[in-house]
């Protein structure tokens, strides 16, 4: 019944004035690549929202300062978000989303290390989680106090790096590293009930020995909360399952596979995608 509370919460949520900011700066980036991975970006956005706006220690003028938290975004064909919020914050210029995708871009359509503020080159289904172990790790020895967060899409539980790595993570009792789960329900080609089978989660995760907990992941205050007090136990590595809705802001294709990723948008039909932003409630 938790689970159902939360994907039901997940609906009634609307979107204020920010979060349909960060949305607009996705599709201006669609705007010109025509093609891209609208459901995912729009499904994590208040993820990433939270944790640049409340959570996470970065230096803009210095993004490779030791005293930064870490970032991990492992689903890489969700670029746009993560793209945005650089923008929104200063890392990037907002004028680079609209080359999105170009030959010459540092902008491609999975994340590049190249881009100023990314942390790891991803893309590949269940690497980003092995990688920020390794980061997560190196921290731990080094006697450092930063964080590691990592946000996982919930199709790419199917691979085997993610339960390997979750056993490395339980053995050193990684408790500065988070894992946020995009639990949007749909991977590339349909439901994750129909493809993957991969069902509740906190249970999965806390049998390799993690501690895992459920959220509503469009809600602001409740990530804020949630986040501002971890680890959730110490010499635990917290999971956060975010409940939220694939292309959350229009209405008409929430929770579609068929904007898991979609190419050929017309300027006609980017015109209606915004219209339609701005009129969710």
Known sequence: MQNL?????SFKIGLDDR????????????????????????????????????????????????????????????????????????????????????LNSKLGGCIERGVKGVEATTGSCGHGLPIAVGIAKALKLSKSNQKVFVILGDGEHG??????????????????????VDNNKIQCSGSIKEISSI???????????????EINGHDISELKKTLKNIPIKKNYASVIICHTVMC???????NSPDYHWKGGFSDQELFSLEKSLEDYK
């Open 5 to 9: 509370k939360k994907i039901n919460n």
């Open 19 to 102: 979060s349909k900011y960060l949305r607009r700066l996705v599709l201006r980036g669609l705007r010109n690549s025509k093609r891209g991975h609208l459901g995912s970006s729009f499904s994590m956005i208040e993820i990433l929202r939270v944790l640049y706006d409340n959570i996470m220690h970065y230096n803009i003028k210095n993004p490779l300062s030791k005293n930064r938290d870490r970032l991990v975004v492992s689903p890489g064909w969700a670029s746009l978000p993560l793209y945005a919020i650089l923008a929104d914050k200063g890392f990037i210029k907002k004028s680079e989303l609209d080359y999105f995708m170009d």
């Open 159 to 180: 691979e085997g790096t993610i339960w390997e790595a979750a056993i490395s993570i339980a053995k050193n009792k990684l408790d500065n590293l988070i894992i946020l």
């Open 199 to 213: 069902e509740n989660f906190s249970a999965k995760w806390n049998s390799f020995g993690l501690n895992a907990i």
């Open 248 to 254: 959350k802001g229009i209405k008409k294709y929430e």
